[in-house]
């Protein structure tokens, strides 16, 4: 059973950081692409980054150079590392399994997320 548990969200300041992890477990971690999104009310789910299991990463032109994304496929841990944060990165962020090589586009499963809030 696949499980993807998301923790260290909260409020930030502008111009502060947080780093979100994912706790994995129930697959081949170290097989699999990975990738968190985030959603706020009204409005889709969108990709913030996304990393391969070589360790390839793509982020969303919205948080290139600011965020991060890192994998230790010793712990099965995802993490986003979010700098320089913005109100407009005030959202829900979901850890998501996605798939394995040329299929890295899928979606398979997700967390059930944690709440990031940037505000003065």
């Known amino acids: 059973q696949v499980r993807l548990l998301e923790s260290g969200g909260g409020l930030a300041q502008p111009g502060g950081s947080l780093r979100l992890s994912c706790a994995a477990s129930?697959?081949?971690?170290?097989?699999?692409?990975m990738g968190w999104f985030r959603q706020t009310p009204g409005k889709e789910r969108e990709m913030v980054a996304t990393i391969t299991a070589a360790g390839s990463t793509a982020y969303a032109d919205s948080v290139q150079g600011r965020f991060a994304i890192f994998r230790d496929d010793a712990e099965n841990t995802l993490s986003l590392q979010m700098n320089i944060l913005k109100a407009e990165d005030s959202a829900m962020y979901y850890c998501?399994?996605?798939?394995?090589?040329?299929?890295?586009?899928?979606?398979?499963?997700w967390g059930q997320g944690t709440q990031v809030t940037v505000s003065s």
């Open positions: 129930g697959f081949t971690f170290s097989a699999y692409c």
């Open positions: 998501a399994l996605r798939g394995k090589g040329a299929k890295c586009h899928l979606l398979i499963e």
